[in-house]
C-alpha cells in the first residue's frame, strides 16, 4: 500500500511559476513509477508526466514540454512538479500517482492516486 499527499497548489498569475510536491509513503514506495496528472473542470483527467523509480528517465506530455519539470527525491520521499510559464489553460487538480509498470500516460496503471491539489492560474 502507497499513500500520495499533494501540496503546493494555490493561485498564480499566466507566466508564473508553481512548485508541487508529492509526498510518497508506505512499503516500496520508492521503487514505483511516479506520474504527474491533471484535470480540468469539465474535462476529463489527463496525463502531465511520468519519472522512473530514481529519476533519471521522465517524459512529459507535449503540452507541458519546456515548460514543466518532475523530479525525484528518495531520500525525502518526493517528486516535486516545477511548472514554469503557466497558461491558463493549465487551471486543474493536479493529482501524483504511483504505478509498478506499463504505459507511463494511461492512468489505468497506476493503482495509488493522491487527493489532488488545486492550481488556478489568472490572466
Known amino acids: 500500500q502507497v499513500q500520495l499527499v499533494e501540496s503546493g497548489g494555490g493561485l498564480v498569475q499566466a507566466g508564473g511559476s508553481l512548485r508541487l510536491s508529492c509526498a510518497a509513503s508506505g512499503r516500496g514506495a520508492v521503487s514505483y513509477l511516479m506520474g504527474w496528472f491533471r484535470q480540468a473542470p469539465g474535462k476529463e483527467r489527463e496525463w502531465v508526466g511520468t519519472t522512473n523509480w530514481n529519476g533519471e528517465r521522465t517524459e512529459y506530455a507535449d503540452f507541458v514540454k519546456g515548460r514543466f519539470t518532475i523530479s525525484r527525491d528518495n531520500t525525502k520521499n518526493t517528486v516535486p512538479l516545477q511548472m514554469n510559464s503557466l497558461k491558463p489553460e493549465d487551471t486543474a487538480v493536479y493529482y501524483c500517482?504511483?504505478?509498478?509498470?506499463?504505459?507511463?500516460?494511461?492512468?489505468?496503471?497506476?493503482?495509488?492516486w493522491g487527493q489532488g491539489t488545486q492550481v488556478t492560474v489568472s490572466s
Open positions: 500517482a504511483a504505478s509498478r509498470g506499463g504505459r507511463w500516460s494511461n492512468q489505468d496503471d497506476y493503482a495509488y
